[in-house]
């Protein structure tokens, strides 16, 4: 089988694409990412010399390309990650938000139509749901009502794919999984970001007053569901993927202070985030049943794997933060504390 993960540089990506070779091994598979300032190589540089991974620099837009790489690498499945990710980036530039979660996703369908792509995978997000109030879960059949510019490029582009399956007969299945936590995560998202603030001894940003809850999901879980959704689920079908870990961000931000040996001195509460959804938790009664998924990682166990990781690969994460990112992110930062 031959596979192509779109977003192979990023951070589920890259763990998906080593969890893939980890578990099928005799799988040939192709990573197409644009290497933005969320892709990195260097994060899969433990598969130098695999001959069964290939890595492709390029755009999912680019149907040209596109369809070249199905055809030359004769692709039997898609496993579409590509996407920009960081909901407060779409907040200051929703721009590249629709060219490459929407356009992008509409190209690469298109091209994977044309080579007859066998089953495509769309890794879509709980976000597409919007925000719950203090109890009941997201389901496949909650409404989509998506609140900010980067979840409603992603509600976007999970309908076109959905769309592609009902108007065009394509096999599509959509995953639409919680807040993902691990090894690799860029140090923009909740996590990895507090965790290198504290490391460094810099304030710690809480939006708001830091109640807003989110259902977290480890990634490796994460891999499992999408391998299984991949091989079993059914075509034109939904799957929630969820970790069964609802927390508020001031717990989390609390445990990796406790975890690195910080005071909590370094909490600073800032401006919350326009359309901040309150809280998200997912009910994973479908994949369950039908896939017979269910998480093996406990929350406190997997958040304290993390921050050891961080603490242990310092390269890595100063790395990938410098250049332009770190000019975008230092000027951020300090606006988020000034306001
Ligand atoms: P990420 O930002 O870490 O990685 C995205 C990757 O896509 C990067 O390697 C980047 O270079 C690549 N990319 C961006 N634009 C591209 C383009 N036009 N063409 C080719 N490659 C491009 O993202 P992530 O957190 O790994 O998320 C992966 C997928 O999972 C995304 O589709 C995201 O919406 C979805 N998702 C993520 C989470 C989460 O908690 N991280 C939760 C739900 C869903
Ligand atoms: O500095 C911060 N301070 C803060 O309080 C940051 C970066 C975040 N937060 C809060 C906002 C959210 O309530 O923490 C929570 C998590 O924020 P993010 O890590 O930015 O993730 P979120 O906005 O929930 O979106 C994530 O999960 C769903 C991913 O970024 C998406 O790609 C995914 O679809």
Known sequence: MNVLVTGGCGFIGSNLVKYLRRQRPDWKVVNLDKLTYAGNLETLADLEGDSQHVFVRGDVGNRELVEFVLRQHRIDAVM?????????????????????????????????????????????????????????????????QPSSPYSSSKASSDLVALAYHHTFGMDVVVTRCSNNYGRYQFPEKLIPLMTVNALHDRPLPVYGDGQNVRDWLHVEDHCQALLLALEKGRAGEVYN?????ERRNIEIVRGILQLTGKPETLIKYVQDRPGHDRRYAIDPAKIREELGWTPAHTFEQGLEDTVRWYVDNRTWWERVMSGAYRQYFETQYKARLAA
Do not use: C
């Open 241 to 245: 993927i969820g970790g069964g870990a």
């Open 80 to 144: 579409h990650l590509a996407a920009e990710s960081h909901v407060d980036r779409s907040i200051l530039g929703p721009e590249v938000f629709i060219q490459t979660n929407v356009l992008g996703t509409q190209q690469l369908l298109e091209a994977s139509k044309a080579a007859g792509i066998k089953r495509f995978l769309m890794v879509s997000t709980d976000e597409v749901y919007g925000s719950l109030g203090p109890t009941g879960y997201f389901t496949e059949t909650s409404p989509i």
